[in-house]
């Protein structure tokens, strides 16, 4: 391809910029060789002509396309040169947010100076067990690389992290470690990874500062190597450190700080502890002033010093070393405040006695204040003949002591490294290392000393390093893949080192001046120039003789001469060490002792020592080592380092820092090109660049390049022949490319022009479908077209015609309308004259009648007023005759009366008239004497009452007569009358008080009364209303819950969410539980092996019963735990939302009483039990006896039973209680009736269950005495023990369990004294509570007797008949309750006599037989009963091998033909017998034991998905088959009459139904985890990377990351898995629960927890990958997403949320599918991705790639708009989904349909010692 083809028209170049560094540019203009000017566009429009030379100008650099922007891998550019790799990293930083990027073999960090989320412990678990091509590019990714390649070829592997100060190289290793201590943490409880992350705070503490670059930059080089075992966990670690700044303790330059801990110390100088050392704020100490600066924005020192401390306490410092070192630290302080005073010679100097600086850093230090004062000043000079002390001058004084601080502060350093080495260390063997480099980068400044001479130097080795490493790593790959090897030239900086290091190099001109005894920095210039002015590396400066420049392989660097000599001897005076050294601090003695110096430089915890002694005088010949100087000992140091690392695997992390202000995601372009060029990279990018840098698989190739493949060429079945072809065709020059044996490789600038070809195809044939698809809608518009003009035509013809029709039809109507115009015009005309005429002639007419009517209206008026005059004139006479008349009638009708009444007296005289006067008289006069009789008698009573009065009043008068006698007498004879009045009035007075103070008491009493009457008519109507109300607000609440239907399901949705998350929350319980179990299990294995003796160790046959039992308490021992809950629950619950049923807890009470009453029966007989065994042990034995001991005990023991009988039912009415109690919640009536009825039924109920606790222990009493009584009818009648001991074992009432020890005895007394207390508190209580009724009662009583005062006779005769017929009802209730008790008890007394009765039985047979016997007839007969059907019967012995044949050896292929879940079957069978026997301890050792097996078994096969699956089907059918038959009402509802006869009759398995529910959610987590461990390796290749859709998916060039050497390249790379090895796993999963038997309820929630794992699985990878997220992608996905659910609507799936939880993947998918440019795809972004977070979807707009140069990048302010609509967006801040997330198991109870005497066990079980009954 010639040049002229590559820099044609619409090319970009890359050109320099003194500004950007580089800037784009378009070709306007084809070039021509021999062209000396380029015709450009810029990227501003503006036109820029080129000069081109061949030497000075040569051609610019050529841009990628854009499809090749942001890579991962800058080597997958096609172009490969600095402008490319900087612009890449500019994209991908600022657009997108991303800061690693990989370049070859290094991984490329800018800082973002941002908090970033994309370190958290899902990020890592994300990582974890990936290819390092696969995902983008991390920190993580490396180091995952690294310790899988430790795992795979037992190669110790080394991370290099290098870059300037500022750069992020601490936090990048401090990431690293973070991820080997979560992959690779410790395996037993040494939190080894704990330690190991503890050491970075320490180290920052004491190595880290502010520099102007960086605010936490590390001042010294470190190198930790983490240390693995065989199984690859981390086991111990140690730390090397190199060249640590001491200049810094005593020196700062402006706006910088010194190490950390001086201002920790400072800021908590007011802590107690620390009041010791004397230290104020940092601005008055000389050392920590210097910067001007002591405070780090967003730094708070004092916190960070807790930190600190709290690491050292992890790393095992002691508080008093801790304190110690703090007090060194503190003393460093003080010597910088130490004033030095010159004397007035100028050649010597003293400190003033009174520094209370120096007296402090003597008291910290415990050394002589004296001497060192003394020293301080002066030295001792040693010469072979003498030794005199001199004075130094005040320069040399304070240097001596700036010196003394930086030696102290070194060895300090140095103690501490150590000491955290050997908390690192492990005493186990070390398999292998991985080491992690955090080491300064290539540095260089405006004046550079002897650090940066050392820092650049390291440098040097280690970018001499990682060039052979790529070089080799190129050489590696290409003999892999069999290309011709021809030698690349790169950069080889040995001379450059050999300058620095080599014999008579600078060091060692450097060390030789040193001892020169007047050695100077001039005469070591002056050395350097004559050795070294003929090397290719070193030049002197024009302008200077006290410098020199060194050519390093990033750039020249000028060093300062002044100081080297000095740094580099590092001059202490010996006397001031021997002072230290007699120090009575231990530590600080110990910091300088001379065996500590001498130790040899290869000690892995020494040779990070860069500090030395002073020198000695030459007889000490043993301080040689000591004599080393500081740039000896770097390079010895350094080369270890590297013997190390070239005997490690190395991984390059390269820290970029994008700007010099710290200021978030900016890109300095020129200060990142400064750090590229010396990291390293721009080199890794020549040497790739200078041999075949882009490389594709053939399949790859073929994917991508087939577009410019023929039809011929497709026809061909070898791809690689194709590839060969099509690449000979292209790309004439064989030289551009080569073929491997699975890769094309390729040089620089092929795969553009590739990339070229394929765009002008697919813009060849865009353009000829644009053209076809253009034309045929051009037809298509035409013909549209046509048909509209003739359409139109027709439509304006008819239209034209229609018009003229209605002109001719508007002619005709215009003449019609004329016509009968002018008609009506006419006759208007005419009507209009006639109507005048009319109205003249009715006006005339009006007129002459007018007058008419007037002349008769006069008449008429004069005719009315004669008429009147007339009338009044007649009526006059009228009335005056009138008058007349009535005169004379009034005197005629007065003439009459008087003769009449004349008449009417002389009638009244006569005897008749008296007589009818009489009539009717005498009944009046009866009565009236009746009356009278009545009065008179009441006359005589008042008369009485009046004498009574009267002779009362006489006496009283005479008394009073007496008294006015003696008090007359009394007085003298002029005493006044007055006061005998007054006297009389004061009796008056208090008469009337008395009389008025009664009125006022039956006054206040009738008031009372009256207000208590209304008191209760009060409360009477408020119960009314309060009823009413209820009755309203039930009618409410009914409307309510039928009107707002929605209302409810969200409460409903709401609580079903908080119960889902309480459920959640207990299985993680249990799952922490048992991974607690199992790491204790471990932690047992790993003491047994440690603690390993030969021989045999016999376990105790008890431990596992032990264990058991503590895990899984009898039953028999707790009996109201239940109820104890329950009233817990309903007190949680609020008295607003509980009730209780009152006649289930009157029910309880009644219970209560009968308990106590059989309590005290069962004493009386055992009393009378003690009474005849003392009677009888004075009397001979007889067997009479004997049978009545026994019977008498056998007695007590059915009591016994009969007692423990009532108890469970007693819990079962509890239960009972608590159903109600939660059926009754749910309402919403909150009344203070049903509040205050709660309240008492609750206190009643608390009692009640003390009162059961207290039964309990009474049952345990009388155990104990019945057992004691046992023993002493033993000792009695000296009963055989073999016989007796038979006898108790076949008898169950007085088995093993029972049989309580003296100790257990005191332990049951101390209970019952408390109970006893406790009872007393509650009677008094109830006495209280007595009290409270008998006032309420009382109340009541008074509020009837004033009821009966108002009631008639009637009503209160008939109310008393009422009150006595309910009295009698409620008592002949009791009485019915009481028969059918008594009558109950009668029916369980005789079914235990019959169970006695054969258990004598049995004891016959088996004292007769004396060995096992065999089932006899009497046995066979009963069990032919239809009670007994469906039962196993096994002996005690057999259960170990019962439970190895259905537990332990069982394997699921071996039931497969037989009834589902037949272990569960037979276990339960075998658990009916026992409780049919009423055998305790045997169902408890039952139960026990297969828990204990199923776990163990669960154990051994943890990998194993049938197993698993088997055993949870058969633990799930166990626990339903407990509920089906436990005797509950709620789980008999779809029982058969059959199967509700086979109920459990005499225990309540409750508590072992909670522990199998509890392994039942055990077994499914195992389950679920086992399932994602199978499909986890298939999830992202199926989902992602699978082409379900051919021929849709594109590939993009791919870097070197591809070809990782985590993968395995000689097979051809791991195999992928399709969509149908998913699903097929999948169904295989689904048969294999659906053959076991497993409820389909679990099988749905065990499929939903998988698709979650795929959702999971799925989008973390979309979120890690860039090369994933495209359109052709998120096709791939939606159809992969849809063949899930077309199989979850295949196997009825698809309900139960299964589809939802895919819904995040789903709409991620969608989102790589939407367009992504204006504000209405924004608006629809956001409300499709409900699912998705913000950050989620911010993350996959970044990542989204274009295939094709046809699609459009997502600009960046289309993702800010998506940011601004959804910012306000609720919810959690976690980029990537919990792939350990499990949803919370919900076992629904499905009871069986098979009656469990049809079930038949197959004989290949071997299961022969098992009998039916």
């Not at 003739?790 to 016509?819: D, F, N, P, S, V």
């Amino acid at each position: 391809m010639s040049v002229t083809e590559l820099y044609s028209k619409y090319t970009r170049v890359w050109i320099p910029d003194p500004d950007e560094v580089w800037r784009g540019a378009e070709i306007i203009k084809d070039y021509k060789e021999g062209d000396s000017v380029l015709h450009l566009k810029l990227e501003d429009e503006s036109t820029l002509e080129y000069s081109i030379g061949p030497k000075d100008n040569p051609l610019p650099f050529l841009r990628n396309p854009d499809i090749l922007v942001g890579e991962n891998d800058l080597t997958a550019l096609s172009y490969l040169h600095e402008p490319a790799v900087l612009h890449n990293l500019k994209v991908r930083f600022l657009e997108s947010n991303h800061i690693y990027t990989y370049c070859g073999i290094v991984l490329v960090a800018i800082n973002p100076y941002e908090q970033l989320h994309i370190y958290g412990e899902e990020v890592i678990n994300a990582y974890s067990g990936q290819n390092m091509g696969d995902m983008d590019p991390h920190i993580f990714a490396v180091a995952e690389e690294a310790y899988k390649q430790m795992a795979r070829d037992e190669k110790n592997q080394s991370i290099i992290v290098s870059g300037e100060s500022g750069a992020g190289k601490t936090v990048s290793a401090k990431y690293a470690m973070r991820f080997f201590a979560t992959v690779g943490g410790s395996a037993n409880d040494t939190s080894v990874e704990e330690k190991v992350l503890a050491s970075s705070p320490i180290m920052e503490a004491i190595g880290n500062a502010k520099t102007t670059r960086n605010d936490n930059s590390s001042r010294f080089g470190k190198y930790i190597e983490i240390g693995f075992d065989r199984r690859y966990h981390i086991i111990g670690a140690n730390m090397r450190t190199y060249l640590l700044e001491k200049s810094r303790v005593v020196f700062q330059a402006e706006e910088e700080r010194n190490y950390h801990i001086f201002y920790q110390l400072c800021a908590s100088s007011s802590l107690p502890e620390f009041k010791d050392l004397t230290l104020t704020s940092a601005e008055e100490f000389t050392y920590t002033s210097l910067g001007e600066n002591i405070f780090i924005e967003g730094v708070n020192d004092a916190e960070d010093l807790v930190k600190t401390r709290e690491a050292l306490t992890m790393l095992g410092v002691k508080e008093n070393h801790q304190m110690s070192i703090f007090k060194i630290i503190a003393s460093i302080l003080h010597l910088g405040n130490v004033g030095i005073v010159s004397e007035r010679d100028g050649e010597s100097c003293h400190i003033s006695r009174d520094d209370t600086h120096l007296n402090h850093f003597c008291r910290l230090l415990g050394i002589e204040q004296e001497q060192m004062e003394h020293w301080l000043c002066r030295r001792k000079l040693v010469t072979t003949a003498e030794t005199y002390v001199k004075n130094m001058p005040h320069a040399q004084a304070v240097n001596a002591r700036d010196a003394l601080a930086k030696h102290i502060y070194a060895h300090l350093f140095d103690w501490i490294v150590e000491h955290i080495n050997k908390a690192l260390h492990t005493s186990s063997k070390q398999h292998s290392f991985i080491g992690v480099l955090d080491i300064y980068g290539f540095e260089t400044f405006e004046i550079n000393s002897f650090e940066q001479f050392c820092i650049n130097y390291a440098n040097e080795k280690l970018q001499q390093q990682f060039n052979s490493h790529v070089f080799k790593l190129e050489q590696e790959e290409y003999m892999k893949e069999q290309i011709p090897w021809t030698l690349i030239d790169f950069y080889d900086n040995q001379p450059c080192i050999d300058l620095i290091e080599a014999k008579l190099g600078i060091l060692d001109l450097l060390d030789e001046e040193c001892k020169v005894p007047k050695g100077t920095d001039q005469n070591w210039a002056q050395k350097l120039y004559s050795k070294h002015s003929s090397s290719e590396h070193f030049e002197k400066p024009r302008m200077s003789n006290t410098s020199f420049i060194v050519v390093h392989f990033a750039d020249k660097v000028e060093y300062q001469c002044d100081g080297f000599l000095e740094k580099n001897r590092d001059t202490v005076y010996e006397e001031q060490i021997n002072i230290l050294k007699a120090s009575k601090f231990q530590l600080v003695a110990d910091l300088f002792h001379d065996g500590k110096d001498i130790a040899p430089p290869s000690a892995a915890s020494k040779t990070n020592r860069i500090n030395v002694r002073p020198a000695k005088p030459a007889p000490k010949g043993h301080n040689r080592e000591h004599r080393k100087s500081v740039g000896t000992q770097f390079r010895n140091s350094l080369h270890l380092l590297m013997e190390t690392l070239n005997a490690t695997t190395p991984h390059y992390v390269r820290c970029i820092k994008p700007n010099d202000y710290k200021e978030s995601f900016v890109f300095d372009s020129r200060r990142a090109v400064q750090q590229l060029r010396a990291c390293g990279v721009l080199e890794t990018i020549r040497i790739s660049a200078a041999g075949y840098p882009s490389r594709w698989t053939y399949p790859d190739f073929f994917s991508r390049y087939r577009v410019l493949m023929t039809k011929k060429d497709m026809t061909i079945g070898d791809k690689k022949q194709v590839c060969k072809n099509l690449l000979e065709t292209l790309i004439k020059d064989p030289d551009k490319f080569q073929f491997g044996k699975t890769k094309i490789f390729f040089r620089a600038g092929q795969v553009a022009y590739l990339e070229k070809l394929r765009a002008d195809k697919f813009r060849y044939a865009c353009i000829k479908i644009q053209k076809t698809v253009r034309g045929w809608l051009q037809r298509i518009r035409y013909r549209k077209i046509r048909k509209s003009a003739i359409t139109l035509q027709r439509y304006g013809r008819g239209y034209l015609a229609r018009r003229h029709a209605e002109m001719l039809r508007l002619t005709r109507a215009t003449l019609i309308c004329q016509k009968q115009y002018r008609m009506v015009q006419v006759r208007r005309e005419y009507l209009r004259i006639r109507r005048a005429v009319i109205t003249i002639q009715a006006f005339a007419r009006g007129m002459f009648i007018r007058r008419l009517y007037q002349e008769f209206l006069l008449h008429h008026k004069a005719i009315v007023i004669q008429k009147t005059v007339r009338g009044w004139l007649v009526r006059k006479k009228y009335l005056h005759a009138r008058n007349a008349a009535i005169v004379i009638q009034c005197f005629y009708r007065r003439v009459r009366a008087k003769r009449q009444l004349k008449q009417l007296k002389i009638e009244a005289r006569s005897a008749q008239h008296l007589k009818n006067l009489n009539v009717g008289m005498e009944n009046k006069i009866v009565q009236l004497q009746k009356k009278m009789d009545n009065q008179s008698k009441e006359y005589k009573t008042q008369n009485e009452q009046l004498a009574v009065a009267n002779t009362a009043l006489e006496s009283e008068v005479n008394k009073l007569h007496k008294e006015l006698e003696t008090i007359r007498i009394r007085q003298a004879a002029g005493t006044p009358v007055t006061s005998l009045q007054e006297e009389l009035e004061k009796l008056r007075a208090e008469l009337q008080e008395a009389h008025t103070q009664r009125k006022q008491i039956e006054e206040e009493f009738s008031n009372e009364k009256q207000g208590l009457e209304q008191r209760v008519e009060e409360l009477e109507k408020e119960n009314t209303l309060l009823k009413k109300e209820k009755e309203e607000m039930n009618r409410k609440i009914q409307s309510s819950t039928q009107g707002q239907g929605g209302d409810v399901s969200q409460k409903e949705s709401h609580l079903q969410v908080e119960l889902d998350e309480e459920r959640q929350r207990y299985q993680n319980l249990l799952k922490e539980y048992s991974r607690l179990e199992q790491r204790y299990e471990n932690l047992q294995e790993d003491m047994s092996s440690m603690k390993f003796h030969p021989g045999h160790r016999r376990i105790p046959s008890n431990q596992s019963s032990l264990g058991s039992d503590s895990n899984y308490p009898s039953i028999s021992l707790s009996e109201a735990g239940d109820t104890d809950d329950t009233i817990q629950q309903v007190e949680e619950m609020g008295i607003e939302k509980a009730a209780m049923d009152l006649s289930v807890f009157m029910k309880l009470q009644k219970r209560v009483r009968e308990l106590e009453q059989e309590r005290k029966r069962l004493q009386t007989n055992l009393d009378k039990v003690e009474e005849l065994s003392k009677h009888k042990g004075s009397e001979p034995k007889s067997s009479t006896s004997e049978e009545d001991i026994n019977a008498d005990l056998a007695y007590n023991s059915l009591k016994r039973q009969e007692l423990e009988t009532e108890n469970k039912k007693l819990k079962n009415d509890l239960n009972e209680l608590r159903k109600a109690v939660a059926d009754r919640a749910s309402e919403n009536s909150s009344s203070n009736e049903l509040q205050d009825g709660y309240n008492l039924l609750l206190n009643q109920l608390k009692a009640a269950n003390e009162e059961l606790d207290v039964r309990k222990e009474e049952v345990l009493m009388l155990k104990t005495q019945i057992v004691n009584s046992t023993r002493q009818s033993e000792n009695i009648n000296h009963i055989n023990s073999n016989d007796v001991s038979e006898w108790t074992n076949n008898k169950k009432p007085v088995d093993g369990e029972d049989i309580v020890d003296a100790p257990d005895s005191k332990k049951l007394l101390e209970a019952q004294l408390q109970t006893q207390s406790r009872q007393h508190k509650d009677e008094l209580e109830a006495l209280h509570t007595q009290i409270e009724l008998l006032k309420d009662n009382l109340e009541k009583k008074q509020d009837m007797l004033n009821h009966f005062s108002t009631l008639s006779p009637e009503a209160l005769v008939e109310f008393s008949v009422q009150q006595e017929i309910t009295r009698l009802t409620n008592e002949n209730l009791d009485l019915k309750e009481l028969v059918e008790k008594l009558e109950k008890n009668e029916r369980k007394l005789k079914k235990q006599l019959r169970i006695y009765m054969k258990k004598v039985q049995e004891l016959e047979v088996s004292q007769a037989t004396k060995s096992r016997p065999e089932l006899t007839r009497q046995f066979t007969v009963q069990r032919k009963e239809k009670d007994f059907e469906g039962m196993l019967e096994f002996y005690k012995e057999d259960e170990a091998l019962l439970v190895k044949t259905l537990i332990t050896d069982m394997k699921p292929n071996v039931v497969s033909a037989t009834v589902p879940c037949l272990p569960a079957y037979i276990l339960f069978m075998c658990i009916r017998h026992a409780d049919y026997i009423n055998d305790d301890q045997k169902v408890h050792s039952l139960l026990t034991a297969t828990i204990n097996a199923i776990k163990k078994v669960l154990k051994k096969n943890n990998d194993d998905f049938e197993m698993t699956s088997f055993w949870l089907a058969n633990t799930s059918r166990l626990l339903h088959c407990l509920k089906q038959y436990s005797g509950d009402e709620a789980f008999m509802t779809q029982n058969s009459a059959k199967q509700n006869e086979h109920c459990l009759k005499n225990f309540d398995l409750a508590e072992y139904r909670q522990v199998l529910s509890d392994l039942s959610i055990q077994i499914y987590q195992q389950l679920a985890r086992v399932a994602e461990g199978i499909m986890q390796p298939m999830i992202v290749s199926a989902m992602l990377e699978s082409e379900s859709i051919p021929s849709l998916a594109g590939v993009k060039p791919m870097g070197y990351r591809n070809r990782s050497s985590s993968m395995d390249c000689e097979s051809g790379g791991p195999t992928g898995y399709t969509l149908q090895a998913l699903i097929r796993q999948l169904g295989q999963f689904y048969t294999t629960m659906a053959d076991h038997g497993l409820d389909p309820e679990i099988c749905q929630q065990v499929i939903r927890q998988l698709f979650y794992s795929i959702n999971a699985v799925t989008l973390n990878n979309l979120l890690l990958r860039k090369d994933v997220c495209s359109w052709s992608t998120g096709m791939q996905l939606r159809y992969n997403i849809s063949q899930l659910e077309e199989w979850l609507r295949g196997k009825n799936l698809h309900h139960g949320g299964t589809v939802a939880t895919m819904e995040p993947v789903i709409q991620a998918a969608q989102l790589l599918q939407v367009k992504k440019k204006t504000s209405q795809d924004a608006e629809a972004i956001c409300s499709l991705c409900t699912a998705l977070s913000l950050q989620q979807i911010v993350k996959i707009l970044n990542l989204y790639t274009p295939l094709n140069e046809f699609e459009e990048r997502v600009t960046v302010s289309f993702i800010r708009d998506i940011q601004n609509r959804l910012q306000d967006r609720i919810e959690n801040n976690q980029l990537l989904v919990d792939t350990k997330y499990t949803f919370p198991v919900l076992f629904p109870y499905t009871p069986s349909a098979l009656s469990l005497e049809t079930i038949h066990i197959p004989a290949s079980l071997s299961l022969d010692f098992l009998t039916r009954v």
